[in-house]
């Protein structure tokens, strides 16, 4: 049997550790609200305070790219399916595309405007330009380079690139 002094001591003592961890416990919880915060006011920090130019304004005319056509401003067209690579102009150029063959050597260049000395051939391919106007007026200069070896398989899907070129 206790005695009431030591009754009233053990409340006592219960008491405090009562209040211990109540205080622990709201320390800890006023620790995560203060972290929480803390990295809420880091993480707003990495957010610009407007849209930086490049990201809201990319210069150039737009290029649509989906599984076998390619549409510019200018022109679109149906390219070769298989492991062809598809290159466009720089941004602020006429729009031009070049259609490079599997081989990576040869290719189909497809441009607005006059034709340039940026792709005569290298010393072993044949080479092809030819030049029209869309139903809209658009100058058009489509160019194919090869080797001979696989020049007539190269100029059958030059023809089949020619005769796909619309007005977008």
Not at 14 to 33: F, N, P
Not at 111 to 118: E, K, L, N, S, W
Request: hydrophobic share 45%; aromatic share 8%.
């Amino acid at each position: 049997m206790r005695t009431a002094e030591q009754q009233r001591n053990r409340e006592a003592e219960d008491t405090q550790v009562e209040e211990i961890r109540l205080s622990t416990l709201r320390l800890s919880a006023s620790v995560s609200l203060l972290l929480f915060f803390g990295c809420m006011l880091a993480l707003g920090a990495c957010v610009p305070a407007r849209v930086p130019a490049l990201l809201s304004y990319t210069p150039g005319p737009p290029v649509v790219i989906t599984d076998r056509t390619i549409t510019t401003i200018a022109f679109s067209l149906t390219y070769p399916g298989g492991d062809w690579k598809v290159v466009t102009s720089e941004a602020g150029a006429p729009p031009s595309l070049y259609l490079v063959a599997p081989d990576g050597v040869s290719f189909v260049r497809v441009h607005v405007g006059p034709a340039d000395d940026a792709d005569r051939p290298a010393a072993d391919h044949q080479f092809e330009e030819r030049a029209f106007s869309l139903d809209d007026g658009t100058p058009i200069i489509a160019i194919l380079s090869a080797p001979a070896d696989v020049w007539d398989a190269m100029l059958e899907v030059f023809e089949q690139v020619i005769g796909s070129i619309r007005i977008p």
